[in-house]
């Protein structure tokens, strides 16, 4: 039988219909209280993370109300006025919700992003335009329009 945050982990995959919203096994060895992540940047500073408690019983002993919550970071710093940002007893309640806010997330992250001068192309987040998508390769301004589209400047 799956450990309780593997089986957890797979449903919140298997329950995802973004297809850039991944979610990982996010917990330490050492914790008393496993989570997983979905990580937006591959860096940490943009993430959603559900903890969740084995049963009830493991939450009230570390001395929490309930077995799910939710964590939402946002350029590093804890969104703690989101509305997602719930406590739970309900598996299914606690999936939705991190899924919705990892959902979310990715139209945030993408738009902060956009300000620094980038733009998405095809899924990838291009910050040169004289650079291939996978960034290795560099490219004349003629390959650049008809990779990326002709620029209105």
């Known amino acids: 039988m ?6 957890l982990r797979d449903d919140a995959n298997n329950r995802t219909q973004h297809p850039n919203v991944e979610w990982f ?15 937006v940047d591959s860096q940490g500073e943009w993430y959603v993370q559900l903890f969740a408690f084995e049963s009830k019983e493991a939450a009230q002993a570390e001395e929490f109300d ?9 350029n590093g710093e804890d969104d703690w006025h989101n509305p997602l940002v719930i406590a739970t007893d309900d598996m299914s309640e606690a999936l939705s919700i ?3 806010a990892a959902e979310q997330m990715q139209g ?6 956009a300000q620094d001068g980038g733009f998405e192309h095809d899924g990838v987040w291009i910050e040169d335009r004289m650079k291939s998508p996978c960034g290795r390769f560099d490219l004349t301004p003629e390959q650049s329009g008809e990779i990326y589209g002709k620029t209105t400047n």
């Open 66 to 74: 309930a077995i799910y919550t939710t964590r939402i970071v946002k």
């Open 25 to 39: 096994d996010s917990s330490y060895h050492n914790d008393a209280c496993d989570s997983i992540s979905s990580d």
């Open 2 to 7: 799956a450990h309780y945050i593997t089986k």
């Open 98 to 100: 991190a899924i919705e």
């Open 108 to 113: 945030e992250y993408l738009a902060h992003k």
